[in-house]
């Protein structure tokens, strides 16, 4: 139902810094916990950061704790992803996606649980 188009990749040195957005069509997207994942070459799609639906709660996976921030503006119907400190492991195609299941209390940490996902963005960090 959602449909989601990422921008805002590229290339980056170590310690720079990109901010990934993600549009949304639909009516209904503020009704929905929004992810970002990420999949580095060579490995599995991976958990990087989830907003509430509301955007009164966050969650991030351990490697990006205190370096990444998601946020959201509804009224724009865009979630973003602010990449700070970037290192070469943050070196991805980075994913956004919508919780399949409207205003869900909790975090969506489970890529299972997302219903809606955009096409992708790849992020690339150089030593």
């Known amino acids: 139902q959602v449909q989601l188009v990422e921008s805002g990749g590229g290339l980056v040195q170590a310690g720079g810094s990109l901010r990934l957005s993600c549009a949304a069509s639909?009516?209904?997207?503020?009704?929905?916990?929004m992810g970002w994942f990420r999949q580095p070459p060579g490995k599995e799609r991976e958990f990087v950061a989830t907003?509430?639906?509301?955007?009164?709660?966050?969650s991030y996976a351990d490697s990006v704790k205190g370096r990444f921030t998601i946020s959201r503006d509804n009224a724009k119907n865009t979630v973003y992803l602010q990449m700070n400190s970037l290192v070469p492991g943050d070196t991805a195609v980075y994913f956004c996606?919508?919780?399949?299941?409207?205003?869900?209390?909790?975090?969506?940490?489970?890529?299972?649980?997302?219903?809606?996902w955009g096409q992708g963005t790849q992020v690339t960090v150089s030593s």
């Open positions: 639909g009516r209904t997207f503020s009704m929905y916990n």
């Open positions: 907003i509430r639906w509301n955007g009164a709660s966050t």
């Open positions: 996606a919508a919780d399949r299941r409207p205003f869900y209390s909790g975090s969506s940490i489970g890529a299972g649980v997302y219903g809606s």
